[in-house]
């Protein structure tokens, strides 16, 4: 009999108020579908059943109930979907129920599970929900004619096959038989929610049922049909099977969905999977099982760890920026080189991103020098002082370069000695960087990093230890200033350039003039620019002879007279400016008949040594022939002022008080020329004139106070 000729209704508990599903059952079977609240008590539902409520009458409260053609759950917590069983089991144990979620889950599919119901049709699943309610509801064919027959015969109701009662049959509690069809179908319920794969396993770790998604299948050297009869000794390794014993045995004793993540060799590698254990309340086959649903995570583990490889690689960095950040700040009050050096050594190590840092420095003769260090790994740096390859060869690449060096995987690498890397093993040295400490092209000395970790010196991290070198390179040119600047006894060297391949040099031999620098600078872009007065040579020849030369990128005429003309040169490099980045002030230097003299002050603490080297580069036959100690007097700031006062006329200095005070040197300008020449009672003309002079001295005073071409 199909339920379409049942007299019972289809009950529908449901929290939504959606009338959606209501009304395509209703379309879909004649039976009287009614909804209610999933709270709805025992006597409730056998009223609803009957048919019975408060208006009607009380002699036909006897009336004999009906029996509903089947309970539909549309509930969407698993809490509400077992609740909601454990009623319905007490008002029709033999009512088909179906549990219809709006949205599936393993959750709720274990609920369904766990409260035997008889079907799991989630509304969003594959296939049309309302035809796998209808069909859970329908008995098998033939049942309920053989139901009927024998009610009719014997007169005594038969159920059958657990399907529900014939027509008629007596809603008294009948015990329902567990049997391993009906749980298997339990599990295929489950398994479908999977998107890999559902095992029955018994209490002994032996394989009852298994079921694997195609498209995991292929994954496995075991097929779902071979894996029945099998125990987890028999797939696992002992120590992996021990593991998923144990976490079955947890499942069974305390009665709880348990979780667990673990590996399995597969075709395609070693793969990790999450595992949902839940138990099984009747036995089967009079064995305690549980069902085993695992999900293939492998992906969602390498994501994980690529997310988390990303956020420590960011905290690493930002580690990283806050430690250079910090040695910047120190460098800036530095008194002194080696103060700098051994403040940077020190905070990188207290850091603890690093295990050790030192710094190396040229000497004269091109070989590195050890001046301090931080850090407990005395054996690698003793081993690579000793060796002439391996990592010092890293530090001569990064003076010879002028750029990063880098080494990774330091204790397995073949291109470094094997003493070498039995040192890094020994203090824990896995990776390592050599950062140039420059500026502007002048290569002071190296720093050399070291770090525990394999993945140090990636690319940002570079890039911080390149700031770095050039900000320390920065701070010991500026530290060298400051010292010549406020010394009272200064170091006089005096160098001889027998001929060189510059302009300078050409133009004094094919012409017998002499060239003499005024004053040279950096521009932003890197560039030298020099301003050269040439004795004995008008502008027109020097403007030709410079744009044919190679070193000359630019030159502009800015005075020429009869016999002499000064001129700005911009050059890609320049001997004035390698020494000036080793701390030099130049005092004159000139070029005569193809001879050139150089005349320059350093600190008395300077590496003269150094120095010669640095100019030897530029100009091959170099000589240092003098080296002179002199004292400098010391002049205050008022004397300063005093001696710009005398130089100035009266004319002058009104003019640059009514200038300064009325702001005309301000941005915008608050008072122009004619304002102020206005004031002066004289002609702009006239006022621009004292302006400029004025200006003059009080600026030849400040650039050339010492007599010479200071280079700043």
Same mark, same amino acid.
């Given at each position: ?122 509304? $969003? *699943? ?8 209808? &069909? +859970? ?5 033939? /049942? !309920? @004619? #053989? ?56 209490? $002994? *770790? ?8 195609? &498209? +995991? ?5 075991? /097929? !779902? @049909? #071979? ?78 760890? #690529? ?78 002082? #000793? ?326």
């Amino acid at each position: 009999m199909s339920p379409e000729n049942r007299p019972g209704p289809i009950i529908h508990l449901s929290t939504s108020h959606s009338e959606s599903l209501q009304e395509r059952l209703r379309e879909a079977t004649p039976s009287d579908v009614r909804s209610m609240p999933p709270t709805t008590h025992e006597d409730d539902l056998e009223a609803v059943s009957d048919g019975r409520d408060e208006s009607r009458a009380k002699d036909e409260s006897d009336a004999e109930p009906s029996v509903p053609v089947g309970i539909v759950l549309e509930l969407e917590s698993p809490e509400r979907v077992r609740t909601a069983l454990e009623r319905l089991s007490g008002a029709w144990l033999d009512a088909p129920t179906v549990v219809a979620p709006p949205t599936g889950s393993e959750a709720l599919a274990a609920a369904a599970l766990r409260g035997d119901a008889d079907e799991y049709a989630p509304l $969003d *699943g594959d296939g049309d929900p309302v035809e796998r309610i209808l &069909d +859970a509801i329908r008995p098998p064919r033939g /049942t !309920a @004619d #053989e139901a009927a027959s024998a009610h009719e015969s014997d007169g005594e109701p038969t159920a059958a096959n657990g399907a529900g009662p014939a027509v008629g049959a007596s809603t008294a509690p009948v015990e329902r038989q567990p049997s391993t069809e009906s749980t298997g179908e339990y599990h295929r319920i489950l398994a479908n929610e999977l998107p890999d794969e559902a095992f029955v396993i018994a209490a $002994d *770790g032996t394989y009852l049922e298994a079921k694997v998604r195609p &498209d +995991a299948a292929d994954l496995y050297t075991t /097929t !779902a @049909d #071979e894996l029945p009869g099998k125990t987890l000794m028999e797939v696992f390794p002992d120590d992996d099977a021990e593991e998923l014993q144990a976490c079955i045995d947890r499942t069974l004793r305390t009665g709880d969905i348990q979780s667990i993540e673990y590996a399995a060799k597969t075709t395609d590698g070693r793969r990790r999977y999450e595992g949902r254990v839940v138990p099984i309340d009747e036995p089967i086959d009079g064995r305690k099982a549980v069902v085993w649903l695992a999900r293939d995570i492998t992906e969602r583990i390498q994501r994980e760890r #690529e997310l988390r490889s990303r956020r420590d690689e960011l905290e690493t960095l930002n580690r990283i920026s806050a430690v250079v950040g910090r040695v910047i700040d120190t460098l800036v009050e530095a008194p002194s080189r080696e103060a700098i050096e051994r403040e940077v050594c020190d905070q990188l190590v207290e850091s603890e991103l690093y295990c050790g840092a030192w710094i190396t420095e040229r000497t004269g003769e091109g070989t590195l020098a050890f001046r301090t260090g931080a850090g407990d790994v005395d054996a690698h740096l003793d081993c690579a002082n #000793e060796l002439e390859e391996g990592h010092e060869c890293l530090v001569q690449q990064a003076v010879e370069t002028g750029e990063i060096q880098t080494e990774t995987k330091i204790p397995t690498s073949d291109s470094i000695p094997e003493p070498l890397r039995a040192a890094a093993r020994a203090d824990g040295v896995r990776s390592a960087i050599a950062a140039p400490i420059s500026h502007n092209d002048s290569v002071y000395g190296v720093l050399t990093v070291l770090a525990g970790r394999e993945d140090a010196f990636g690319e940002s991290e570079r890039s911080g230890f390149g700031l770095l070198g050039e900000t320390i390179g920065f701070t010991i040119m500026a530290v060298k200033n400051r010292q010549l600047l406020f010394s009272d006894t200064v170091v006089e060297l005096e160098f001889r350039i027998d001929g060189g391949d510059t302009f300078s040099f050409d133009l004094s031999e094919r012409y017998d003039c002499t060239v003499s620098l005024e004053w040279a600078g950096t521009t932003t872009d890197g560039r030298t620019v020099q301003y050269v007065t040439i004795d004995g040579l008008d502008g027109e020849t020097v403007l030709e002879e410079a744009d044919a030369h190679p070193s000359i990128e630019n030159c502009r005429l800015i005075h020429d007279g009869c016999e002499s003309c000064t001129v700005e040169m911009r050059l890609a490099k320049s001997g004035v400016r390698t020494l000036a980045n080793h701390g030099a002030t130049f005092r004159e230097v000139t070029v005569d008949d193809g001879v050139g003299t150089c005349l320059i002050e350093v600190s008395q603490d300077a590496n003269v040594r150094e120095i010669a080297k640095a100019l030897t580069v530029i100009y091959e036959n170099t000589e240092l022939v003098a080296r002179r100690e002199i004292d400098r007097p010391v002049r205050t700031a008022a004397q300063r002022r005093d001696r710009v006062f005398d130089q100035l006329t009266d004319r002058q200095l009104t003019t640059l008080r009514l200038a300064y005070y009325s702001g005309f040197f301000e941005w915008p300008r608050e008072s122009t020329g004619e304002e102020i020449a206005e004031a002066m009672d004289v002609s702009p003309p006239t006022m621009h004139q004292h302006l400029r002079k004025g200006m003059k001295a009080v600026l030849e005073e400040f650039f050339e106070a010492g007599g010479g071409p200071e280079l700043n």
